[in-house]
Structures are given as structure tokens and as C-alpha cells.
């Protein structure tokens, strides 16, 4: 066993036993698609720090895979969040909750006429997919190699490794994923003009192409004109285009890429920031496309299980536009909005982090970028320079990838080992120089190891 993490051992016997009581009676490894360095056990969290089981504490840049831009527990969202449960959780009926949220997206967002609540990012981008189908007509949907828009099956898609970076062929996710899915998707490269033949060729049977205007896998912000151009392409074939702001929304700024990037789409679908850190997603649009939600509802037979076919689009759930979701969303935007100086803060200190430790890397020729677009960072430790796709990943530097993030861990900071992390108006100066320091040093432990 490698010494650094035979410290952590050593550090954390509480979570040594959570993780074994945890594998007894878990389907996936507690939260499995949080694949940590070393699984720690979280207790609890406030600001810019999470606390473990054993009463360590570490500064937080998994910051809950990004909802929380203003820290974990911001005292205006815990007392919206505490004054909205003393009256009821979740009623399923109409509440005037929805329409305060939705009325500060409608008008932060440039393309939001209307606005639909589910309650993740994966129920956003499928009702949003399903709306442009009943919208258009047509069954496909083309997204971009490296994007990622939820755990549905209709996206279940990803580029394969190895084929061509303009013609990329792929596969479904995982197993378990109907062969069919591939029949109704387009795999469009990235960052590619290629993309926009693909798009014209095939303009008759796409319903829409969809996008992270910022990849999470690959955060950077030189592929604007591109966007631009895509939008435009998308236009002129009458295919929707959709933007997934579920992690750029209220995060790149206030408005988000579409108001950064001066982009407006046809859709665009929310989650993470918008919910003040609880469970939330959204689809938001151009009211005539939107429409397709209504159609028919008001009819009593629309829902009826067996009754005649529904006419509109089914976008139901039990806990979709809960009130205590929509109160603390409402209560971050509100934040959010009064305060837009919060986002030149996020812009100053991501910029800081990035910059001092790409100069680190490089004066020490340590092969390791650290990618970002504002408070949106993905790190890596890899040769080649930084990468084109997220399918670039050069493999071999795999072992002092993992010690990276291991020492970084023992160092006091967490990031999770999808290697993507944020920061949050809660992280201090000093807490920046922290982390900056943390990965100096754990990249120097890493050679130290021998495995740089
Ligand atoms: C761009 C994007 N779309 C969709 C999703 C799915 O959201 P959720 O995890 O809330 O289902 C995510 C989650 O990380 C995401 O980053």
C-alpha cells in the first residue's frame, strides 16, 4: 500500500467502516458516480468546507458536481429552505412557488419564454428531447463527442475511442442501453466544421441538436465563433437548438453562456445552480415550442392511465417544482441577481488558480493541464499538451493521475476523480492560495514517488 494513503487510512477509520457497512446493503458503491480517490465519508458541510465522519475537514471543490456557487448551506437559502418545510414539502398541486422561480429565469434567460420544472438535469434533457420530437416531428437528436447531457437512454451515447475526430462512430454507455438508441442519434464532432455538414445533410430527420456550450470534460472558451456559427447552421436547417446550461447556467453568469456567449437557442435546459443545492431541473424556451407541455392539459382525460392517446407532451413527476426545491432556488438566483459582483470574483480567483498552477507545471515539466472556463475546471495529469476532446485522455500517466488526486485528498482538498471541479463565491483568496499550494505540493509528492 502506498504510504499516502496509508496516511489516509490512518486519518479516517470512521470512514473506513461507513464504506464497508455501506457495500453491504448499496447497489452502487455509495453514490457511484462519485468515484473518489479514497472514499471518505462526508458528515457535513458548510461554506467552502466539507467535514468527514472522522471530524476532518477539507476544502471542497467537488462542491456537489457544481450546484452549490455560493458554498455549501448559504445561511439566505437555509432559511428559505427551513421557513418552506415548516409548511409542507410537496403537495402536487398548483403552488405560487414555480412561478417566482420561473419568473426570475424568464427574465435572466435570453431564450426563455416559458419554463417547465422537473427534478434533475437527466428529466430536463429527456422532456426537452421529447418536446422537440413532438415539436418537429422527427425522432433524431445529434449531440457532440465529449458532451454530456444525463443518464436517460436517449443520450446514453458516447464517441468510441480511436475513431476519427471529424467522423467520430460510438456506442451506447454502459450495457443495458437498446441498440436503438444509436438509431436515433447523431454523433456530431466538436469543435468541428464537419459538424455543420452533418447537421444539413441530415436536416430532415434531426429534431435537435444539443450541446454543453461549455464541456464539462473540456472547459474552454476559444470555440465561441464556432458556436455561434453552429446556431446559425441550426437555424437555416429548421432543427431546434438546444443549449444543456444544466452546469453553465447561472455559473459562466448570471444569464449564463447563453448571455456570455450572446447565443440564444430554442431550448435550454437547467438543474445544479438554479436549485440552491437541492434537486431541480428545468426546461426552458421559445413559448411556441413550449406549448407542446400544455397542449391538451386541459383536458381531465390528457393523464388518464389507458384513456384516449395523450395529446401533448407527458412531462409529469411526482416531486417536479416541489416547494422546497423552488424556495431555494429562488432564494440563490435571487442572491445571484443582487449581487452580480459575485461572478467578476468567481472570473479573478479561477483565473489566479489556473494560471499559477499551469505556470507551475510548466517551469517543473510536469504534464499536467489544468483546463477552465471561469469557475468551470477539469485537471489532468496526461502528456500531449491540453486535450481536443475528451477522448484525448492519454492513459499512461494513469498511475501518478491517481497518486495526484490521493495526495491532494491527504493535503486537505477535495476533488472528485472525474477530475472535474468549481469553485464558489465561498472559497476565500486564502482558500485558493490553499488548494494552489495543495497541488504544488502534490504534484511534487507525486515525482517524489517516481511516477512523473
Ligand atoms: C451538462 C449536463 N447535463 C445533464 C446533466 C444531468 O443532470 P443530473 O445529474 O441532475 O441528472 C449533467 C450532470 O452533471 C450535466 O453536467
Known sequence: ?????????????????????????????????????????????????????????????????????????????????????????????????????????????????????????????????????????????????????????????????????????????????????????????????????????????????????????????????????????????????????????????YGGAQELFDITPDLATYGKVMGGGLPIGAIAGRADIMDVFSRGAASPETFTRGGPRLPGVFAAGTFGGNPISMVAGTAALTYLRDHPESYKYLAEQSMRLANEVNRFCQSEEIPAQLMSALSMFFMRIQRGGPIQSARDIDPSLKAADDAFFMHLLNNGVVIPGIHQFHISTAHTPKDIDFVIEAMKHSFLEVRKEGLL
Open 1 to 253: 500500500m502506498s504510504n499516502v494513503r496509508a496516511e489516509i487510512e490512518r486519518k479516517t477509520p470512521g470512514s473506513k467502516r461507513a464504506h464497508e457497512r455501506s457495500l453491504e446493503v448499496l447497489g452502487q458503491l455509495a453514490v457511484g458516480t462519485l468515484a473518489m480517490p479514497y472514499p471518505i465519508y462526508i458528515r457535513e458541510s458548510r461554506g467552502s468546507r466539507v467535514t468527514d465522519v472522522d471530524g476532518n475537514e477539507y476544502i471542497d471543490l467537488a462542491l456537489g458536481f457544481g450546484p452549490h456557487i455560493l458554498g455549501h448551506a448559504p445561511g439566505v437559502v437555509v432559511d428559505a429552505v427551513k421557513d418552506a418545510a415548516e409548511r409542507g414539502f410537496q403537495w402536487a398541486l398548483h403552488n405560487p412557488y414555480q412561478e417566482h422561480l420561473a419568473r426570475l429565469i424568464v427574465e435572466a434567460v435570453p431564450c426563455a419564454d416559458k419554463v417547465e420544472f422537473c427534478n434533475t438535469g437527466t428529466e430536463a434533457t429527456m422532456f426537452a428531447i421529447r418536446a422537440a420530437r413532438a415539436y418537429t416531428r422527427r425522432d433524431k437528436i445529434a449531440m457532440f463527442d465529449g458532451g454530456y447531457h444525463g443518464a436517460h437512454d436517449y443520450v446514453m451515447v458516447r464517441a468510441a475511442a480511436g475513431s476519427p475526430h471529424d467522423a467520430p462512430t460510438f456506442n451506447t454507455v454502459g450495457d443495458g442501453i437498446p441498440k436503438a438508441t444509436l438509431q436515433n442519434t447523431i454523433m456530431l464532432p466538436y469543435r468541428s466544421r464537419k459538424a455543420f455538414d452533418l447537421i444539413r445533410t441530415h436536416k430532415d430527420e434531426l429534431a435537435l441538436v444539443l450541446i454543453e456550450p461549455v464541456q464539462s470534460s473540456n472547459p474552454r472558451l476559444d470555440h465561441v465563433e464556432w458556436l455561434r456559427e453552429l446556431r446559425e447552421v441550426c437555424r437555416e436547417s429548421g432543427v431546434l437548438f438546444l443549449m444543456d446550461e444544466i452546469i453553465t447556467g447561472f455559473r459562466l453568469a
